[in-house]
């Protein structure tokens, strides 16, 4: 199989042509604009430009219920524009994909630079309790197994599933093989117009409305937080490299940053979550072998704080703010960090 010269935004087009997408919606935003620039080419793929954010994840939520596997990417000025929605989508337990490249921010913040800020926006950003899967790759070939996983896991879990990427990794060039032998999962659901269904974002039951039974409120939240559980257990993707010497550290990063992290596997054991969300249940484990959890990150500790309280234990925190990922500075921030210690 030949290796193909991809940008990142390209492996997401590509992968999740692979993966069965059939229709695409979206409102051209940087650093995301090179997905839908890609697929609007593909011609089996309907693909429309809406007006804005809030229009294209209600574009797809209605495809999705059509029968069609969907899709919109944008950054997180449009993240924060479709939360209403998501939280409609998953109270009607509808299948997408929704990908979110992330730049500074908050508000149109640093349009072309990476930052890491939408970390806890991706679990609570809508109201109510739901439970999403949340993917967040750290290369080109990442982004292409990732979306395939994303699509995959959408149609098990019957919910919108969210792959993260960051301006740095989906403006990336590499060179990946681009294997087609992954097993993709097919639509189960039978499309709207089939039988009598009734979709809401009502409490509800088996499609009925029930908005004043408690009872009933608490199993359905119950059943979906199950759901989602199970789902998320057959993609349990996580990194974890053991040093070679000892050391009383775990150093944890992901997306762009974990890149960097690499260049001090010889002093720290090195752990990557690839599935964001719910939290890799394997990181209590692998934490409780060393005193010191660093956790570096492109935001102001938003990670950090749901590791804290997974581990129940304090964890040191390494900002990384501005969209500069400079090898330097790292290097400064961890040493100054461990004469502290």
Known sequence: MPK?????????????EVAGLKFFAGYPITPASEIIHEIVNKKHIKVLQMEDEIA??????????????AMTATSGPGFSLMQESIGLAHMMEVPIVIVNVQRVGP??????LPAQG???QCIHGSHGDYFPIVFYPNSVLELYKYTIAAFNAAEESQSPVILLSDGY?????ETIILHRDFEIKKRSRPPLGTGNRHFTG?????????????DNYRR???RLHEKQQLTARRYNYYEFLACSKETDTLLISYGALSRIAYYFKDDFALYRPVRLFPVVEEIKLIASRYKRILIMEMNTGQYAHEIERILHREVEFIPILGGRIDLKEINQKIYEQRQSF
């Open 169 to 173: 990794i989906s403006h990336l060039y």
């Open 107 to 112: 508000s149109t913040g640093m349009p072309t």
């Open 4 to 16: 193909q010269l991809l940008q990142g935004n390209q492996a997401i087009a590509t992968a999740a």
């Open 118 to 120: 939408d970390i806890i």
């Open 202 to 214: 009502l409490s509800h039951e088996n499609s009925v409305p029930k908005t004043s039974d408690i």
């Open 56 to 69: 294209s994840i209600n574009a797809i939520i209605g495809a999705s219920l059509a029968g069609l596997k």
């Open 220 to 222: 359905l939240i119950a």
